[in-house]
DNA sequence: ACAGCCATGTAACTCGTTACATGATTAC
DNA sequence: GTAATCATGTAACGAGTTACATGGCTGT
């Protein structure tokens, strides 16, 4: 009974299934660690719509409770929360992955524009993709300790390692991109025929 | 002046850049043959409203002529078009890629899931992923023969070549981590310390 | 005769973003 | 005292989607 919810609600709920209550701030904080590197990082009114939402469809209980003088609510997914993430999960089709890959659209077109700003923005991507390799390391890391089969962490770890080996790929596709243009660029001045 | 213009208005606009005059139709195939692998397949309706656009903006030019009768536009690409473009990837921040990976969502919370649930859109997706990659091939071999340095399908070919790698991790991805949870799931059944 | 492709749009809607607003507590 | 972080939202907007509508031409 209603499957009718964007997926970034079910993205939401999810990180609500840790075992832990959180406030809308905390939940936009565990988003922007871990659902941003292959989903979305949503902006901070949206965790607050959609959180409304899910209090509304009785999937999260919002607890609103006095903190050093001021109000503060957490939520907690419900046990109707957690049965419709499994329906979600087991009877909605799950869908081919959406990349919308900035530098490889510009790579398409890179005829219209100087080689050099091309093979700039692939050095600077490279790079981009290494740092974002990084980042995810330390989130790797913080699992430690419960990250096997049968613990609380054993599926974060499990993406956070798929990953691990895409931002590898892509900083190592940039970079044989950015060689074979340089290679061209320096083994004939501008055109071909020239001995 | 002006790069007001979302992204994928750029995109289309790009499209247009391979010395060929088109239709809206075919406009909206050449997306779905190339730019769905990396960036989105717009609806058909959003290539008629961003090519109005375009035109407005004086990016394109529609010329309408009759065909068998009926009335049938193409656009072309105008001079200030290319240098809109060319502003655009020159001056315009590049950004990082955005992935909306289902599959790696659903995995993430794959604990509230029956594990051969899991299992199955493991599976699914790897095969997935090499029907995309046999489609990309489709589109790398169109290519030859003006894929070389300074012909013009060459970006087109560096960006298919990227894909290809690309579709193929992905395939590998899904296939280590489901040899991961089967090899788990075989190893102790339910609990660890049993031996 | 009918299905499928070619060709062109309009209308309604929703997801998600940016900008704005507020106020309290904590760290320097 | 002032900047950063915690915490919570509202309002306006835009990009992109689905659903709908139309009609000619092409192959069987």
Same mark, same amino acid.
């Given at each position: 009974m209603s499957q009718e919810l964007p997926v970034t609600s079910y993205a939401l709920l999810g990180l609500l299934t840790f075992g832990d209550e959180l406030t809308a701030y905390e939940i936009k904080q565990r988003a922007d660690a871990?659902?941003? !590197?292959?989903w979305v990082s949503p902006a901070t009114s949206q965790v607050y719509s959609e959180l409304a939402r899910l209090t509304e469809h009785a999937f999260v209980a919002a607890t609103t409770r006095p903190d050093d003088g001021r109000d503060v609510t957490t939520y907690a997914i419900t046990d109707e929360g957690r049965a419709a993430l499994r329906v979600w999960m087991e009877e909605t089709p799950t869908g081919f992955p959406v990349l919308k890959h900035p530098v490889l659209l510009r790579l398409l077109v890179?005829?219209?524009?100087?080689p050099a700003r091309i093979e700039e923005m692939l050095e600077e991507y490279a790079g981009e993709a290494r740092r974002a390799r990084d980042e995810l390391v330390g989130v790797r890391e913080s699992l430690?300790?419960?990250?096997?089969?049968?613990?609380? !962490?054993h599926h974060p770890a499990l993406v956070a390692d798929w990953g691990l080996d895409y931002f590898a790929d892509e900083a190592r596709n940039a970079e044989r991109t950015l060689a074979r243009l340089r290679a061209e660029a320096g083994g004939s001045e501008g055109h071909e025929d020239r001995p």
């Amino acid at each position: 009974m209603s499957q009718e919810l964007p997926v970034t609600s079910y993205a939401l709920l999810g990180l609500l299934t840790f075992g832990d209550e959180l406030t809308a701030y905390e939940i936009k904080q565990r988003a922007d660690a871990t659902l941003r !590197f292959y989903w979305v990082s949503p902006a901070t009114s949206q965790v607050y719509s959609e959180l409304a939402r899910l209090t509304e469809h009785a999937f999260v209980a919002a607890t609103t409770r006095p903190d050093d003088g001021r109000d503060v609510t957490t939520y907690a997914i419900t046990d109707e929360g957690r049965a419709a993430l499994r329906v979600w999960m087991e009877e909605t089709p799950t869908g081919f992955p959406v990349l919308k890959h900035p530098v490889l659209l510009r790579l398409l077109v890179g005829h219209v524009s100087d080689p050099a700003r091309i093979e700039e923005m692939l050095e600077e991507y490279a790079g981009e993709a290494r740092r974002a390799r990084d980042e995810l390391v330390g989130v790797r890391e913080s699992l430690r300790g419960a990250d096997s089969p049968g613990e609380a !962490f054993h599926h974060p770890a499990l993406v956070a390692d798929w990953g691990l080996d895409y931002f590898a790929d892509e900083a190592r596709n940039a970079e044989r991109t950015l060689a074979r243009l340089r290679a061209e660029a320096g083994g004939s001045e501008g055109h071909e025929d020239r001995p």
